[in-house]
């Protein structure tokens, strides 16, 4: 099964308003990341959080983490048209020695202009 | 600096063959992951190659293998090739391993008749 699962899988806004989307996840990790995709292209980097860091800005990405609830939460303000996109959330956890980094199913944003 | 790059970018492929992709880092990276994309199972981890060794491999049947060039170039081989292996391979790269920001290539649509 998934490490991390994002939460909602679908979410329609209007250009302008914020979007929240959570990611819950089930061991514990090393740090959680961000990524963006456009449709069937690769994946973006938007955002690392470590483990003992609670909250993370950039632009206009705002990334929460709550270690003791495995969750994290993704806010992207003022929205445009250009951040219709899947929104995925990928955590490291390490199993016996390796390491598997596992992404969620995502949230797929569409931002109405 | 030039991205992420993977070839060929579309490949159609008949059940039972096998197929290579090749997946060109970020100069100056050294780790190379693959992962396969699918709408049923999301984003999987194939495994990691770093200096020309396999560091992480995920839970994929042996069919799927890697290598790693001395210029860190990548390429993934699948064998006996079966209709659920069509997906969008992701090549991603990163500094130092997969725990930290990685760079994803455009991906390559396999689909196998």
């Known amino acids: 099964s998934q490490q991390g699962e994002e939460d909602p899988q679908a979410l329609s806004i209007q250009e302008g308003e914020n979007a929240t989307m959570n990611c819950s996840y089930k061991t514990s990790i090393n740090n959680l990341q961000w990524y963006r995709q456009n449709s069937g292209r690769g994946l973006v980097h938007l955002i690392l959080i470590r483990s003992n860091e609670r909250e993370k800005h950039s632009g206009r990405l705002r990334v929460t983490l709550d270690t003791s609830k495995k969750s994290s939460s993704l806010l992207i303000t003022a929205s445009r048209a250009a951040d219709t996109a899947s929104y995925f959330c990928a955590t490291a956890s390490s199993t016996g020695g390796s390491y598997i980094p596992t992404f969620g199913r995502g949230t797929s944003l569409i931002v109405h202009p | 600096k030039a991205g992420v790059t993977q070839t060929p970018r579309y490949l159609i492929k008949t059940r039972g063959q096998q197929v290579t992709l090749s997946c060109s880092p970020i100069s100056g990276h050294r780790s190379v992951s693959w992962y396969q994309q699918t709408p049923g199972q999301g984003l999987q981890f194939l495994f990691e190659?770093?200096?020309?060794?396999?560091?992480n491999k995920g839970n994929f049947p042996g069919r799927f293998s890697g290598r790693q060039f001395s210029n860190s170039r990548s390429e993934m081989n699948v064998s006996t090739l079966e209709l659920g292996d069509s997906a969008l391979y992701l090549c991603?790269?990163?500094?130092?391993?997969?725990?930290?920001?990685?760079?994803f290539g455009p991906g390559t649509r396999l689909t196998v008749l």
């Open positions: 190659y770093f200096s020309e060794t396999q560091r």
């Open positions: 991603a790269s990163s500094s130092q391993n997969s725990y930290n920001e990685q760079f």
